[in-house]
C-alpha cells in the first residue's frame, strides 16, 4: 500500500477521531456516559439522529456506509474518554427501518434497522473475546484477539527467542469472555397480507444486550447486515445467509392500541361513530361471505373489540380477551369465519391445530442453528400476543399442547421447562378457534362433550362455545343456495357496510381510546338478577346453569359491546346484548338431552347432574348389595337391583368399568366388586 493512500487513510482516522471526541464532549451525552458508568453499565446508548445533527452528518454517513470502522474508531475514543476500555458505542435507530423481506444484497455491510416478533431466543453462552494460549515449549503467553466468528489460534509463539509452531494451550481462566446469544425475528402478521410466507432474520446480541427480549416480544434492532456462506452435505454453495450483529434493541409494548392512526383516519372514525347503526352495520361487515350465523358474527366482532384485562391491587389479573369456540358438522363455514378474522384483525395470526408443528401452539425448546445447543422457540398463541389467534382443527392438537393451552387461556400465559430452559412467555391473545365432532356429524340426542374431542377442563375456559349445525331446512337451504350462487354471478353482493380497512382501523382505535367502566347501579343489578336468578335453580336441586366463570364472560362481553357503542360506560342495553348471547351458548352446549334443562356441568365436567344422580345411584346399590354379602357384591344382584329401578344393564356395566380404572372399585374375584372406599 503506497504512502500516500496510508497518509490519507490516517487523515480520515484522525478527522473521525475529532468529530468524535467533539460528540462525546457534549453536556447530555457526558452526563449520559457519567450515568452508565455510575451503574456499571459498559455501554453508551445514543440516537441516531444525534449523530445526523453532529457535525454535518459526517458520523451517521460514516456509520450507515462503513459500520465496522466506525463503531472501531468510536469504541477507542470512548474508551478513551471513559476510562474504560470495555465501554462501548450502541446506536439506536438508523434512519428509515427497512422491513425484513426487503432485505437486499445492497444492505450487506451496512448499518441498518428492522423491526418484528421475536419468534426464537437461545441459551447465553459465554464468547472468547481474547483468548490467551500458553506455549508448551517456552511457558510464553500468546494473546489473540477473537473478532471474527471462526476461532482464531497462534500462528507461532510470540516470543522472539522461541517462534515455535506450537503445541499451544488456551488458558480459559485468564482469557476475556462476553455473553452471546441468538436470536430469530420474524415480520409482524399485522404486515402480512394475500397469504404471504412471514420472512425471518437470524440476529446476534453480545453482551447487555443478552437476555433482554423473550419469543412473543415485538423488538425493534439496528444493527450491522452480515452474511455467511451456506452449505449442503459439507459442500460450500453460492448462496449466503443474513445475519444481522445487534448494536441497539429494544423491546416495544406494541399492541394493537399503539398502532398509529393518521389525523384523516381519526376525523373520519369520529364521524362514523356518530351513526346509530354502526353496531349493527360492524356485525354485517363480518365475514359478509358467509350468509347468516348473526349471533356468531356478533360474538366475533365482540372478541374483536374485546375489553381491558382488570389488574387487581394483590396482583391478581383477570383477562379481558374473549374466547370463543365454533364447533359443529363439516361444511358450514367454521373455516372462513376464523380465515377471515384472521385476516382482519390487527394482528391476527391463523393456524392448524392438526398441522402445527415444532413449536405447536404453545412453545417449545429446539436445536439451535448458529451456536448448536438449545434454543426456546414461540408457538402460534405467544406470536399472537395482543392479538387473535385463529386455530383451526383445535380438537386435533397434540398431547404436548394440551398440557399447555389451559395456562394460555386462563392466565395469558406460556410457562416452558425443557432443556434446561426455564421461561414464562405472554400469550394474552384472544382465541378463536374450531373444531369437529368425532364421529363427523353432531348428533342431538348426545351432550356436547361426547362428541368432540376436547377435555371440559379447555372447554370451560371459553367465554361462548357456538354450535353450528347443518340440517336440512327448506326456506334456510334456498336462502343458502341463492346467497351462494349470487356471489359467483355478482361478487360485488359480499361487499360489506365497512370494508376491511376501515374495519381494522375501527378496532385500533377503539383499543386505544375506549375503555369502558362498570359503573351504573342499575347495570350492576341487572347483572346480579341473572346470574342470581340461574342460580337459585340449584338450590332446588336442579342442575347448576352457570357459575362464577360465567359472570366473567358476562361481564368482558358486556364491556365489549360498550367499547363497540364507544362507550366509556357499560349500559343495561350492553348487559342485555352479552346476556342474550350467553343464553344462546348456554341454550345449545350446556343443555342436558335426558331432562332438557341447561346444566353448566357439562360443560365444566362432562357430565349433566342427571348422569351423576344416576352413577351416585349405582354405587349406593353397590355398597347396599356389598353390606348383604360381607364386603363382596355380586354383579348379578347389582344388575338385578338397577333394573328394578329403571337403570339400563349397559349404563351399570360402563359404570363399574369406569369406577374400577378411577380406583375406586376393584374385583376381588370375577364376577363381584368391591368398593375401595367405604361409606
Given at each position: 500500500?503506497?504512502?500516500?493512500?496510508?497518509?490519507?487513510?490516517?487523515?480520515?482516522?484522525?478527522?473521525?477521531?475529532?468529530?468524535?471526541?467533539?460528540?462525546?464532549?457534549?453536556?447530555?451525552?457526558?452526563?449520559?456516559?457519567?450515568?452508565?458508568?455510575?451503574?456499571?453499565?459498559?455501554?453508551?446508548?445514543?440516537?441516531?439522529?444525534?449523530?445526523?445533527?453532529?457535525?454535518?452528518?459526517?458520523?451517521?454517513?460514516?456509520?450507515?456506509?462503513?459500520?465496522?470502522?466506525?463503531?472501531?474508531?468510536?469504541?477507542?475514543?470512548?474508551?478513551?474518554?471513559?476510562?474504560?476500555?470495555?465501554?462501548?458505542l450502541r446506536v439506536k435507530g438508523a434512519g428509515q427501518t427497512i422491513k425484513i423481506r426487503n432485505l437486499r444484497a445492497g444492505h450487506v455491510g451496512k448499518f441498518i434497522q428492522i423491526e418484528g416478533i421475536l419468534t426464537r431466543a437461545s441459551e447465553i453462552k459465554p464468547e472468547i473475546r481474547e483468548a490467551l494460549f500458553r506455549c508448551l515449549h517456552c511457558g510464553e503467553l500468546n494473546s489473540v484477539p477473537q473478532s471474527e466468528e471462526i476461532f482464531?489460534?497462534?500462528?507461532?509463539?510470540?516470543?522472539?527467542?522461541?517462534?515455535?509452531?506450537?503445541?499451544?494451550?488456551?488458558?480459559?481462566?485468564?482469557?476475556?469472555?462476553?455473553?452471546?446469544?441468538?436470536?430469530?425475528?420474524?415480520?409482524?402478521?399485522?404486515?402480512?397480507?394475500?397469504?404471504?410466507?412471514?420472512?425471518?432474520?437470524?440476529?446476534?446480541?453480545?453482551?447487555?444486550?443478552?437476555?433482554?427480549?423473550?419469543?412473543?416480544?415485538?423488538?425493534?434492532?439496528?444493527?450491522?447486515?452480515?452474511?455467511?456462506?451456506?452449505?449442503?452435505?459439507?459442500?460450500?454453495?453460492?448462496?449466503?445467509?443474513?445475519?444481522?450483529?445487534?448494536?441497539?434493541?429494544?423491546?416495544?409494548?406494541?399492541?394493537?392500541?399503539?398502532?398509529?392512526?393518521?389525523?384523516?383516519?381519526?376525523?373520519?372514525?369520529?364521524?362514523?361513530?356518530?351513526?346509530?347503526?354502526?353496531?349493527?352495520?360492524?356485525?354485517?361487515?363480518?365475514?359478509?361471505?358467509?350468509?347468516?350465523?348473526?349471533?356468531?358474527?356478533?360474538?366475533?366482532?365482540?372478541?374483536?373489540?374485546?375489553?381491558?384485562?382488570?389488574?387487581?391491587?394483590?396482583?391478581?389479573?383477570?383477562?379481558?380477551?374473549?374466547?370463543?369456540?365454533?364447533?359443529?358438522?363439516?361444511?358450514?363455514?367454521?373455516?372462513?369465519?376464523?380465515?377471515?378474522?384472521?385476516?382482519?384483525?390487527?394482528?391476527?395470526?391463523?393456524?392448524?391445530?392438526?398441522?402445527?408443528?415444532?413449536?405447536?401452539?404453545?412453545?417449545?425448546?429446539?436445536?439451535?442453528?448458529?451456536?448448536?445447543?438449545?434454543?426456546?422457540?414461540?408457538?402460534?398463541?405467544?406470536?399472537?400476543?395482543?392479538?387473535?389467534?385463529?386455530?383451526?382443527?383445535?380438537?386435533?392438537?397434540?398431547?404436548?399442547?394440551?398440557?399447555?393451552?389451559?395456562?394460555?387461556?386462563?392466565?395469558?400465559?406460556?410457562?416452558?421447562?425443557?432443556?434446561?430452559?426455564?421461561?414464562?412467555?405472554?400469550?394474552?391473545?384472544?382465541?378463536?378457534?374450531?373444531?369437529?365432532?368425532?364421529?363427523?356429524?353432531?348428533?342431538?340426542?348426545?351432550?356436547?362433550?361426547?362428541?368432540?374431542?376436547?377435555?371440559?377442563?379447555?372447554?370451560?375456559?371459553?367465554?361462548?362455545?357456538?354450535?353450528?349445525?347443518?340440517?336440512?331446512?327448506?326456506?334456510?337451504?334456498?336462502?343458502?343456495?341463492?346467497?351462494?350462487?349470487?356471489l359467483h354471478r355478482k361478487p360485488e353482493i359480499a361487499k360489506p357496510p365497512i370494508d376491511s380497512e376501515t374495519l381494522r382501523k375501527l378496532l385500533i382505535y377503539a383499543r386505544k381510546y375506549i375503555h369502558p367502566k362498570l359503573k351504573g347501579e342499575g347495570v350492576i343489578k341487572k347483572i346480579e338478577d341473572f346470574y342470581v336468578k340461574y342460580r337459585s335453580a340449584a338450590e332446588r336441586g336442579e342442575p347448576v346453569p352457570i357459575t362464577p366463570r360465567?359472570?366473567?364472560?358476562?361481564?368482558?362481553?358486556?364491556?365489549?359491546?360498550?367499547?363497540?357503542?364507544?362507550?366509556?360506560?357499560?349500559?343495561?342495553?350492553?348487559?342485555?346484548?352479552?346476556?342474550?348471547?350467553?343464553?344462546?351458548?348456554?341454550?345449545?352446549?350446556?343443555?342436558?338431552?335426558?331432562?332438557?334443562?341447561?346444566?353448566?356441568?357439562?360443560?365444566?365436567?362432562?357430565?349433566?347432574?342427571?348422569?351423576?344422580?344416576?352413577?351416585?345411584?349405582?354405587?349406593?346399590?353397590?355398597?347396599?348389595?356389598?353390606?348383604?354379602?360381607?364386603?363382596?357384591?355380586?354383579?348379578?344382584?347389582?344388575?338385578?337391583?338397577?333394573?328394578?329401578?329403571?337403570?339400563?344393564?349397559?349404563?351399570?356395566?360402563?359404570?363399574?368399568?369406569?369406577?374400577?380404572?378411577?380406583?375406586?372399585?376393584?374385583?376381588?374375584?370375577?364376577?363381584?366388586?368391591?368398593?375401595?372406599?367405604?361409606?
Amino acid at each position: 500500500m503506497g504512502g500516500k493512500v496510508l497518509e490519507e487513510i490516517a487523515a480520515e482516522v484522525g478527522e473521525l477521531k475529532e468529530k468524535l471526541r467533539e460528540f462525546f464532549s457534549r453536556k447530555r451525552i457526558r452526563r449520559e456516559l457519567e450515568a452508565a458508568q455510575a451503574v456499571g453499565k459498559n455501554s453508551l446508548v445514543v440516537e441516531f439522529d444525534e449523530l445526523i445533527a453532529h457535525g454535518e452528518g459526517t458520523l451517521a454517513e460514516v456509520l450507515q456506509e462503513s459500520p465496522h470502522f466506525f463503531f472501531r474508531i468510536a469504541n477507542e475514543v470512548l474508551a478513551e474518554e471513559s476510562g474504560n476500555p470495555k465501554m462501548q458505542l450502541r446506536v439506536k435507530g438508523a434512519g428509515q427501518t427497512i422491513k425484513i423481506r426487503n432485505l437486499r444484497a445492497g444492505h450487506v455491510g451496512k448499518f441498518i434497522q428492522i423491526e418484528g416478533i421475536l419468534t426464537r431466543a437461545s441459551e447465553i453462552k459465554p464468547e472468547i473475546r481474547e483468548a490467551l494460549f500458553r506455549c508448551l515449549h517456552c511457558g510464553e503467553l500468546n494473546s489473540v484477539p477473537q473478532s471474527e466468528e471462526i476461532f482464531r489460534e497462534p500462528l507461532s509463539c510470540q516470543n522472539p527467542n522461541c517462534r515455535k509452531r506450537g503445541p499451544f494451550k488456551l488458558e480459559v481462566e485468564k482469557s476475556e469472555f462476553r455473553d452471546w446469544q441468538s436470536l430469530r425475528v420474524q415480520e409482524r402478521h399485522e404486515e402480512l397480507r394475500g397469504g404471504r410466507m412471514p420472512m425471518m432474520l437470524d440476529c446476534i446480541v453480545r453482551d447487555d444486550l443478552v437476555d433482554v427480549a423473550v419469543p412473543g416480544n415485538h423488538v425493534v434492532m439496528s444493527g450491522i447486515l452480515e452474511v455467511f456462506q451456506e452449505s449442503f452435505k459439507q459442500k460450500k454453495m453460492k448462496t449466503f445467509r443474513k445475519v444481522l450483529y445487534v448494536s441497539y434493541l429494544e423491546v416495544l409494548q406494541k399492541g394493537v392500541e399503539e398502532t398509529e392512526l393518521s389525523e384523516e383516519d381519526e376525523k373520519k372514525i369520529k364521524e362514523m361513530i356518530k351513526d346509530p347503526e354502526l353496531y349493527q352495520k360492524i356485525i354485517k361487515s363480518i365475514a359478509p361471505s358467509v350468509h347468516g350465523h348473526e349471533a356468531i358474527k356478533e360474538g366475533i366482532a365482540l372478541m374483536l373489540f374485546g375489553c381491558d384485562p382488570l389488574e387487581l391491587p394483590d396482583r391478581t389479573r383477570i383477562r379481558g380477551d374473549i374466547h370463543i369456540l365454533l364447533t359443529g358438522d363439516p361444511g358450514v363455514a367454521k373455516s372462513m369465519l376464523l380465515s377471515w378474522t384472521a385476516n382482519v384483525a390487527p394482528r391476527g395470526l391463523y393456524t392448524s391445530g392438526k398441522k402445527a408443528t415444532g413449536a405447536g401452539l404453545t412453545a417449545t425448546a429446539v436445536r439451535d442453528e448458529l451456536g448448536g445447543g438449545w434454543t426456546l422457540e414461540a408457538g402460534a398463541l405467544v406470536i399472537a400476543d395482543g392479538g387473535v389467534a385463529c386455530i383451526d382443527e383445535f380438537d386435533k392438537m397434540s398431547d404436548e399442547d394440551r398440557s399447555a393451552i389451559l395456562e394460555a387461556l386462563e392466565q395469558q400465559t406460556i410457562s416452558v421447562a425443557k432443556a434446561g430452559i426455564v421461561a414464562t412467555l405472554n400469550s394474552r391473545t384472544s382465541v378463536l378457534a374450531a373444531s369437529n365432532p368425532k364421529m363427523g356429524r353432531l348428533d342431538r340426542n348426545r351432550n356436547l362433550v361426547q362428541q368432540i374431542g376436547l377435555e371440559p377442563v379447555i372447554l370451560s375456559r371459553f367465554d361462548l362455545i357456538f354450535i353450528m349445525r347443518d340440517e336440512p331446512h327448506g326456506e334456510t337451504d334456498k336462502k343458502i343456495a341463492r346467497h351462494m350462487l349470487e356471489l359467483h354471478r355478482k361478487p360485488e353482493i359480499a361487499k360489506p357496510p365497512i370494508d376491511s380497512e376501515t374495519l381494522r382501523k375501527l378496532l385500533i382505535y377503539a383499543r386505544k381510546y375506549i375503555h369502558p367502566k362498570l359503573k351504573g347501579e342499575g347495570v350492576i343489578k341487572k347483572i346480579e338478577d341473572f346470574y342470581v336468578k340461574y342460580r337459585s335453580a340449584a338450590e332446588r336441586g336442579e342442575p347448576v346453569p352457570i357459575t362464577p366463570r360465567q359472570l366473567e364472560s358476562l361481564i368482558r362481553l358486556s364491556k365489549a359491546s360498550a367499547r363497540m357503542h364507544f362507550r366509556e360506560e357499560v349500559t343495561e342495553e350492553d348487559v342485555g346484548r352479552a346476556i342474550a348471547l350467553l343464553s344462546k351458548y348456554l341454550h345449545e352446549a350446556g343443555i342436558d338431552t335426558a331432562t332438557g334443562k341447561i346444566d353448566v356441568d357439562i360443560i365444566l365436567t362432562g357430565r349433566p347432574k342427571s348422569q351423576r344422580d344416576k352413577i351416585q345411584r349405582v354405587m349406593d346399590l353397590i355398597g347396599e348389595v356389598e353390606n348383604r354379602h360381607g364386603g363382596m357384591a355380586p354383579i348379578e344382584e347389582i344388575l338385578r337391583r338397577a333394573k328394578e329401578e329403571g337403570i339400563e344393564e349397559n349404563f351399570v356395566h360402563r359404570v363399574i368399568e369406569e369406577e374400577k380404572r378411577e380406583g375406586l372399585l376393584y374385583e376381588p374375584k370375577t364376577g363381584y366388586v368391591t368398593r375401595v372406599v367405604k361409606g
